[in-house]
């Protein structure tokens, strides 16, 4: 069975500085990726997502992720941080299934948190 | 603008009560889901539909059910066999072609409580 492990509960960064959220899966063959974004009391957002090809994929609100086969790590990354970017931030697996679809395998999520 | 709905924001339930929570999708995805999310434990899939008229239980199918008469709906309902339903709901769906389709789509959720 497939999973995700988020190592932070909680990060706190500053305004300005850059960020790097960790995410490593555990699953036999080439995952799907995805990581998501939560606002307080709301869905969650799509920020990008790895299938194939180039293992740098550029996402939504300036945030990009590197698939690490070798590691089994898709972190996320951005350059410098914005007041909101304060979130919960997940990510998730899918299997490369036959066909059809199934559930998303998700991380427990990390809090970030942004100082001025 | 097309997305998905979920209603109401909030619920109450009562002891012994059944409660249905409403999912509607006009993107014209033929694939949905139900997730439950509880403080610290990220999204548990509670059930999913492929199709119009049949669904697959997830992780965590007890003391849930659902119904798929219609592709733009998906109703899941909170039984009372569910002896801690207090949860944020999540509605999400997906084209169902294969695994390239997988990008799943959220909806604003649902927050249950219990009186």
């Known amino acids: 069975a497939q999973s995700v492990t988020q190592p932070d509960i909680h990060i706190t960064v500053s305004e300005g500085a850059s960020l790097e959220l960790r995410c490593n899966y555990s699953y036999g063959a080439t995952p799907y990726l995805f990581w998501y974004v939560q606002s307080p009391g709301q869905g969650l957002q799509l920020l990008l997502k790895y299938f194939s090809g180039d293992t740098l994929v550029q996402g939504i609100k300036g945030f990009e992720a590197e698939f690490k086969r070798s590691q089994s790590s898709f972190n996320l990354r951005k350059p410098s941080v914005h007041w909101s970017d304060a979130a919960e931030y997940f990510c998730a697996v899918g299997a490369h299934s036959g066909g059809g679809a199934d559930g998303l395998t998700f991380g427990k999520g990390t809090h970030l948190i942004i100082q001025p | 603008d097309g997305g998905i709905t979920q209603s109401p924001k909030y619920l109450f339930r009562k002891e012994g009560q059944n409660v249905t929570l409403s999912c509607e999708q006009n993107l014209n995805h033929d694939a949905m889901y139900w997730y439950r999310q509880d403080p610290g434990q990220g999204l548990r899939l509670i059930y999913y539909?492929?199709?119009?008229?049949?669904?697959q239980k997830g992780d965590i199918a007890e003391g849930y059910s659902v119904s798929r008469e219609k592709k733009e709906s998906f109703p899941l309902t909170v039984t009372s066999a569910q002896k801690n339903p207090t949860a944020f709901y999540l509605c999400?769906?997906?084209?169902?072609?294969?695994?390239?389709?997988?990008?799943?789509?959220f909806g604003p959720g649902t927050r249950l409580l219990v009186l």
């Open positions: 539909s492929q199709i119009v008229n049949d669904f």
């Open positions: 999400a769906s997906s084209i169902d072609g294969g695994g390239l389709l997988k990008t799943q789509y």
